[in-house]
Structures are given as C-alpha cells and as structure tokens.
C-alpha cells in the first residue's frame, strides 16, 4: 500500500521560499506519476503540479512561473520548489501517486502560510 508523507511547510513572509518534500513507501515511486495539490480554507483541492515516471511536467498556468516539481527516484522523493511566496498561496499542500486517472494514495498534507 502506498503510504506518503509530507514535509517542509511552514510559515514564510510574502516573497520568501519554501521546499516540500514528499517521501513515498510501500511501493516503487518510479511507476508512478506524482503530484502536488493544494486546498485553501472554503475552497476546492487544486492541482499545482506534476511529474511523470519519464520526468515531463506538468503545472498550473499561474503558478508555473514560480513553482518547480522535481523527482529523484533512487530517494523515493518528490519535492516542490516554492518561490517568491503569496498570502493566496496559503493552503494546505498535498502529494499525490497515481498511474493515469488512478490515485493510488495521498499524504496527509503540510500547511503552508504566507503572511503579507
């Protein structure tokens, strides 16, 4: 069963940096295609990026600029990389797993805030 685990957020002033990292166990993250999420408070989950097995991304249109997914397969890792911080970027960031349109497991998430 694919278990996945968060980490790295945290509180950050508005224009700072954060990395998240997302450790998967219980299978090989290499079949996979691994994602972040994000929910605001009163919002729905959103799709901030991903990365295929191959290393082909994929981001948000308004976040592209900004935010960079990567992967290392031999540290069963997937980190995203969060650049010039705003308060709207305050949520709650998830990592996902899945192999076309099924999810095999999400992390329990790590909150991120940005204070202006």
């Known amino acids: 069963q694919v278990q996945l685990v968060e980490s790295g957020g945290g509180l950050v002033q508005y224009g700072g940096s954060l990395r998240l990292s997302c450790v998967l166990s219980?299978?090989?993250?290499?079949?996979?295609?691994m994602g972040w999420y994000r929910q605001a408070p009163g919002k729905q989950r959103e799709l901030v990026a991903t990365?295929?097995?191959?290393?082909?991304?994929n981001y948000a249109e308004s976040l592209k600029e900004r935010f960079t997914i990567s992967r290392d397969n031999a540290k069963d890792t997937v980190w995203l990389q969060m650049n010039n911080l705003k308060p709207e970027d305050t949520a709650v960031y998830y990592c996902?797993?899945?192999?076309?349109?099924?999810?095999?497991?999400w992390g329990q998430g790590t909150q991120v805030t940005v204070s202006s």
């Open positions: 219980g299978s090989i993250i290499g079949i996979y295609t």
């Open positions: 996902n797993a899945a192999i076309a349109t099924k999810t095999y497991g």
């Open positions: 990365i295929t097995s191959g290393g082909s991304t």
